[in-house]
């Protein structure tokens, strides 16, 4: 991940903190030209500022909608995995009497 990171710098610009926070700065032709390759390293997570002349004018992030079909998604798995794989012969009120003894 850091190696990919470092990858995206070295290819479309700088680093900018901000509010904790790095995004990747990138020039605003820049952006228009690789736009493509920009949304899908978006869809994967990661967050660019769009500048023109080095002012900030844009973040390119990812959706909040797609942030929380993520969530969504997660839980239907964990729901998912809990049926297909539940805890059986385990005795959880001797393993609890166990640890208080």
Known sequence: MILS?????LIYGKLALRENVIKIEIGSHEAKTKLPELLRQVKAGKSFTITNRGEAIADLVPSAGMRAKDKVAAAEKLKAFMLADSVRSVNFKKLIEEGSA
Request: charged share 20%; proline share 0%.
């Open 5 to 9: 990171r470092l990858v995206s710098i």
